[in-house]
């Protein structure tokens, strides 16, 4: 089992900034892709930010300029740096991962998600 914990969301002024962070713990073999993805009221949850185990990352178009994501292989955690809020950026944040773990001499992917965080940008 791989748990994700998230931390850091809360409520900001527009302009303002917050950083979260993401840490995966339990039995795996190792952690691929990790990422940030939210959801607001009434809308679809979409991706935020990406981040491959070598560092290539990617963003929304709506974040991109404001947000930076990083993660720690070591450490098998993610955080995203959130610059410039916007009452659009808020939402409830998740994180997510690939666990890779070994099962019967196969290595095994699954996705796995945190339980959110809340962001809010207002005045």
């Known amino acids: 089992q791989v748990q994700l914990v998230e931390s850091g969301g809360g409520l900001v002024q527009p302009g303002g900034s917050l950083r979260l962070s993401c840490a995966a713990s339990?039995?795996?073999?190792?952690?691929?892709?990790m990422g940030w993805y939210r959801q607001a009221p009434g809308k679809q949850r979409e991706l935020v930010a990406r981040?491959?185990?070598?560092?290539?990352?990617n963003y929304a178009d709506s974040v991109k300029g404001r947000f930076t994501i990083s993660r720690d292989n070591a450490k098998n955690t993610v955080s995203l740096q959130m610059n410039s809020l916007k009452p659009e950026d808020t939402a409830v944040y998740y994180c997510?991962?690939?666990?890779?773990?070994?099962?019967?001499?196969?290595?095994?992917?699954?996705?796995?998600w945190g339980q959110g965080t809340q962001v809010t940008v207002s005045s």
């Open positions: 981040i491959s185990r070598n560092g290539s990352t």
């Open positions: 339990g039995r795996f073999f190792r952690i691929g892709a």
């Open positions: 997510s991962a690939v666990s890779q773990v070994w099962r019967l001499g196969v290595l095994e992917e699954a996705d796995v």
